[in-house]
């Protein structure tokens, strides 16, 4: 096989990255998406991109440039609060940070964009996969198509993952609630004020288990998370098909917190959204089955902590490099990328372990702080 065609689940960054990185080498590759467009949902709000894995893995597509001028100027801004207002530490965005904020949908349009009209195939939802070796997808329609190079790019919930693994994603102890204040200067004056210019993290320094975490995003609207270290049972007791109740209930979480603070909950523009953790082992290892290999949240799955989005893109910018420096022989294309992935992923998930226990454990402020001012 000396120019493999690649097929590819999934039409989220890690995919489109590894779709480009391919195309760049000559290589061609066919992506299937469930979603029937671009614009079938919302792609989520900022993302950090990291000069050690995302922004080489884009420069690897040959996207630096275009990815520049997508860059949102002062938003590696990050304050820390108490429940109270008090503020705790407030960083501005000096432009010294190598870590620059992009809104994800601008960065997956640019992917997009970069690829040969056709590549993506929209509304290809896979329904079963089967084989070994030689692999047939069904897709919701009834259609199918049989290829020999295979890449599971597609989330948490992975159709091609069970070819390789029996692990399965298990909630990992916390969830977020998700909601937006929209127009924030003009229409919520007192919580744009308390969130500033980039990311805002809000603790009771009193108790554990619980913070705001928050974004000022492009257009001006703040997107929270409101953290909670609760069972899986405590979230899926509240209604959220009534946004009243389900709000009503929410606030009771943060009732006695600054009003700049509780209207993230209270007066929030969209109905609050439940977002549970959920994780893959982080030791997670395959044994090599030929002509299929997953990345991203396919492979390692890990709960929120900054990495998620960088690492897909990783993934798929090495996996392109390793096929297009071995396109006579795949196997070892797929073998050198897993050697590689398995324990980069894996020390990831660790220290993303960490960082949210930081978060969310005892004196979570105070040593939130001391890690963003570079005292440990």
Do not use: C
Request: glycine share 10%.
């Amino acid at each position: 096989m000396t120019n493999p065609s690649v097929t590819i689940v999934g039409a989220g960054l890690g995919g489109l990255v590894l779709a480009r990185v391919l195309h760049v080498h000559g290589i061609p590759s066919t992506v299937y998406e469930a979603e029937r467009s671009p614009a079938d949902r919302a792609q989520g709000g900022l993302l950090d991109i990291h000069e050690y894995n995302g922004q080489p893995a884009l420069a690897a597509a040959g996207l630096t440039a275009q990815f520049r001028r997508i860059v949102l100027p002062g938003r590696e801004a990050y304050r820390v609060v108490d429940r109270d207002g008090t503020v705790l530490f407030d960083k501005p965005d000096d432009g010294s940070g190598d870590s620059p904020e992009v809104p994800r949908a601008a960065l997956r349009r640019m992917l997009l964009d970069s690829l040969p009209p056709g590549t993506v195939r929209w509304g290809h939802k896979v329904t079963a996969v089967r084989g070994r070796g030689s692999y047939e997808l069904t897709f919701a329609d009834g259609a199918s198509v049989v290829t020999d190079v295979l890449v599971g790019a597609d989330g948490a919930w992975s159709r091609v993952r069970p070819l390789l693994t029996d692990a399965t994603a298990a909630y990992g102890g916390t969830a977020a609630i998700e909601t937006f204040l929209f127009d924030a200067d003009r229409r919520h004056p007192a919580a744009a004020r308390a969130v500033g210019g980039g990311a805002l993290f809000a603790f009771d320094t009193r108790a554990s288990g619980k913070l705001f975490l928050v974004h000022r995003e492009a257009d001006g609207n703040l997107h929270a998370y409101l953290w909670l270290s609760r069972p899986l049972e405590w979230f899926t007791a509240i209604d959220f098909g009534s946004p009243a109740a389900a709000t009503a209930r929410i606030a009771r979480e943060v009732e006695g917190w600054a009003p700049s603070l509780t209207a993230l909950i209270t007066h929030s523009d969209t109905p609050p959204v439940l977002r549970p953790h959920y994780a893959l082992p982080t030791d997670l290892r395959w044994n090599r089955v030929p002509g299929v290999t997953l990345l991203g949240d396919a492979a390692h799955l890990q709960p929120p902590n900054g990495e998620g989005a960088n690492l897909a893109m990783q993934d798929g910018a090495e996996l392109g490099l390793a096929i297009a420096a071995s396109p006579g022989d795949v196997e070892a294309a797929l073998t050198s990328y897993e050697e590689a992935m398995f324990p980069r992923s894996a020390a990831a998930g660790t220290e993303g372990a960490v960082n949210n226990a930081v978060l969310l454990g005892a004196d979570a402020a105070e040593n939130l702080v001391s890690l963003l001012s570079g005292a440990r």
